[in-house]
């Protein structure tokens, strides 16, 4: 199997253009063009990391950090990144990353820390804006059935838990096909009337252009005629954080005690209580404070995040318990759901998770 057939299912499940813009995702060294021997799963690709993808016989390493971010001006070796690019490039190992993309999807980072606290009713905290795209288009009658299924195997028509959501009117199309055309139905220079099915279909913005070809390619007209709008509605299944519900509520020393077995962690930074018990859980792997305040909005009675600073723990306004668990304990869980990913898809290919602790972080207590 080629590398860029496994790049190629990962991306169907969190889209590059679902990244943040500052964030680097996507192939960082090697070839989609490669032979994939087989996969390392990891949440920082770094040199120890490398050593046992060579070690392993790995030649992909698919990380959530990417390990090129701000940009690389010389890869002489001074640091940690450039030995890092080095060492993979030399060793033919290519590094794919799947990071805020990964976020941003619900089945995602935040989806799968929201299964490991046994959250109800989980949703986006924020939903990312300008991510729905809307096609109408209009087909012969006897031709609607293989356009509409052309859009939906393209990933078309998906609303919440739904797939092959449509819209269908039928009407009457006219056109006068001009001289050197070749029409499917009517005569050159003569108007010709057609019933056709007006198809309105959904899909996240950035399938626009596999949509729209899919649609083209099944539709028999020469001169497709079709309207491309943006939505104001947003995609639920997609942005920042998740919220969702503890089946019981806890108090809130039961609470930080929970989270702190399922996260294996030996100390919690949080705010003051609020004095309430704990039911809605909001959360966001990694840097989260910039949520905080739709945490609140949302009536969260708890915000399970990591690196908040000093004064971003006063913005609970005693009102919300704020805690911090630490970035790498916050995305551990995101080494078992990539291997996860790519297993159910590839299920005779060996996906391998790291060995390796790469948690930059320690703990003197
Ligand atoms: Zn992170």
């Known amino acids: 199997m080629k590398i860029g057939e496994l790049i190629s299912f990962l991306e169907s499940q969190a889209h590059p253009s679902l990244q943040e813009h500052y964030d680097n995702s996507g192939l960082l060294t ?38 090129i971010f701000g940009g690389l001006k010389k890869i002489n070796g001074k640091n940690y990144v450039e030995r890092t690019v080095i060492k993979a490039i030399k060793n033919d190992i290519a590094i794919y990353a ?55 195997a393209a990933g078309g028509g998906h609303i919440g838990n739904y797939s092959e959501c449509s819209f269908n009117a039928e009407g009457e ?19 010709h009337t057609e019933k056709e099915v007006r198809i309105e279909v959904v899909f996240p913005a950035y399938l626009e252009h596999r949509i729209i070809a899919a649609m083209k390619g099944a539709h028999p007209y020469e001169e ?6 943006s939505l104001s509605n947003v995609n639920p299944r997609v942005g920042s ?12 020393t039961d609470f930080l005690e929970f989270i702190k077995a399922i996260f294996q962690i030996p100390v919690v930074r949080h705010t003051a209580f609020p004095g309430r018990p704990i039911k809605r859980v909001a959360l966001c792997g990694g840097a989260g404070s910039f949520l905080v305040a739709r945490a609140l909005a949302s009536g969260a009675d708890a915000f399970v995040t990591a690196d908040m600073k000093y004064h971003e723990f006063f913005d609970a306004n005693g009102l919300m318990l704020i805690a ?26 060996a996906v391998l998770k790291t060995e390796v602790q790469t948690n930059p972080v320690r703990y003197f207590l």
Request: proline share 3%; hydrophobic share 45%; with cysteine.
């Open 30 to 67: 090697g070839d989609a063009g490669w032979d994939c021997k087989a996969v390392l799963c990891s949440l920082d690709a770094v040199e120890e990391v490398v050593d046992e993808a060579i070690k392993k016989g790995c030649n992909l390493i698919v990380a959530h950090h990417p390990i």
């Open 324 to 349: 911090d668990i630490g970035h790498y304990e916050s995305e551990q869980f995101t080494i078992n759901l990539l291997q996860e990913i790519l297993e159910q898809k590839f299920p005779t290919f």
């Open 173 to 191: 199309g006219t056109f006068k096909a001009q001289k050197g055309t070749h029409p499917y139905v009517g005569d050159i220079d003569r108007r």
């Open 241 to 252: 954080g998740v919220i969702g519900e503890l089946a019981t509520a806890m108090s809130e």
């Open 224 to 229: 497709v005629a079709y309207d491309v709008i």
């Open 98 to 152: 799947i990071h805020t993309n990964l976020d941003n999807v619900i089945d995602g980072v935040n989806g799968r820390i929201a299964a490991m606290l046994g959250l109800k009713n989980v949703s986006i905290l924020a939903a990312k804006q300008e991510s729905l795209t809307k096609l109408y288009t209009f087909v012969p009658v006897d031709m609607a059935e293989k356009v509409r299924n052309a859009i939906f």
